[in-house]
């Protein structure tokens, strides 16, 4: 059975960093690519950055901000969050499928994790 299980969100002040972990299990992350999103209140999901074997991509308002990384050892995804501000507060989610297009898509994932709560204060 796959599973996406995340885990690190909670409460931070703006310039503050949290890691998010996603661990994955019934599948090898070098078979998969990993995105993270996140869906704030009254807004749509929108990806916040994907890895594969061979790309990283980051959406523009986290770039130099975020850092996503894999530990295919673990089989875990992290998505490390540095300068954090109250806009980034959201419930994040990792997602993975087999092939991705358009990795910013919700639409293109087949596996989601539960998701995680990270909350900004200003």
């Known amino acids: 059975e796959v599973q996406l299980v995340e885990s690190g969100g909670g409460l931070v002040q703006a310039g503050g960093s949290l890691r998010l972990s996603c661990a994955a299990s019934?599948?090898?992350?070098?078979?998969?690519?990993i995105g993270w999103f996140r869906q704030a209140p009254g807004k749509e999901r929108e990806g916040v950055s994907y890895?594969?074997?061979?790309?990283?991509y980051y959406e523009d308002s986290v770039k130099g901000r975020f850092t996503i990384s894999s530990d295919n050892a673990k089989n875990t995804v992290y998505l490390q969050m540095n300068s954090l501000k109250p806009e980034d507060t959201a419930v994040y989610y990792c997602?993975?499928?087999?092939?991705?297009?358009?990795?910013?898509?919700?639409?293109?994932?087949?596996?989601w994790g539960q998701g995680t709560q990270v909350t900004v204060s200003s």
């Open positions: 997602a993975a499928t087999v092939r991705v297009v358009a990795w910013w898509s919700p639409n293109e994932y087949d596996y």
């Open positions: 019934g599948f090898t992350l070098d078979k998969y690519a």
């Open positions: 890895i594969s074997s061979s790309d990283v």
